[in-house]
């Protein structure tokens, strides 16, 4: 019997494709806003931008379905999107921009929020003594929202519609105390809109 051998990081097509993505969008970014100075201190802003987009689509997208070329499928339909819309230039010029950025924290932030909401199918790791999670990790949740709120505004209120919808579809508990720990999480971001300010947290050099 020959001996199986298996690697740390398999290629899937997800990685196969979001590495070829990142690559070709990172050097067109660097090209086109950095191609004289390629050492700036905001150079590694767009790519940064875009791996936290990239893993954010595949981290949502095995969250909503285990078939392993969904992922790769969302990839492939953000950058015909992204193509269609500005053209690889100017799809690469805006990687910088902080609606990137908050764009790849929705995403993540919706996995977190369908993995949390949709208990009935996916793993839940701890509960506590009322076989509810505790209420900590619906604030962390409601502080990632807050982050993507200093972030950009905008994205933010698109990631609460988003939020919404995934809480109303698949919160299959009716309970007061698991809708308290949702009020929780709501009641973060709007804490931070009441006291933080509307700017970007993250620098970049062309927004």
Do not use: K
């Not at 940064?48 to 339909?77: D, K, Q, S």
Request: aromatic residues 12%.
């Amino acid at each position: 019997m020959r001996p199986t051998v298996r690697t740390p990081w398999p290629l899937t097509p997800y990685r196969f494709a979001g590495v070829l993505l990142w690559t070709a969008m990172s050097l067109a970014y660097w090209h086109d806003a950095y191609g004289h100075d390629p050492l700036s201190r905001t150079a590694a802003a767009g790519p940064f931008n875009l791996l936290v987009l990239l893993t954010g689509i595949g981290r949502f997208a095995r969250v909503l379905t285990g078939r392993p070329w969904a992922a790769a499928l969302g990839l492939v339909a953000m950058a015909l999107v992204w193509r269609g819309r500005l053209g690889w230039t100017a799809a690469a010029g805006d990687l910088g921009h902080p609606s990137t950025l908050a764009v790849g924290l929705a995403f993540w932030v919706w996995a977190a929020t369908a993995a949390r909401a949709g208990a009935v199918r996916c793993r839940v790791r701890y509960l506590g003594p009322s076989g509810l999670r505790n209420h900590w990790g619906y604030a962390w949740l409601g502080a990632l929202y807050g982050l993507i709120l200093l972030v950009d505004p905008v994205a933010c209120a698109a990631a609460a519609v988003g939020a919404a919808a995934i809480v109303a579809g698949w919160e299959r508990e009716r309970r007061a105390a698991v809708w308290s720990r949702w009020a929780l999480t709501a009641a973060v971001p709007l804490a931070v809109a009441c006291c933080g300010p509307y700017v970007g947290v993250v620098p970049a050099g062309r927004w």
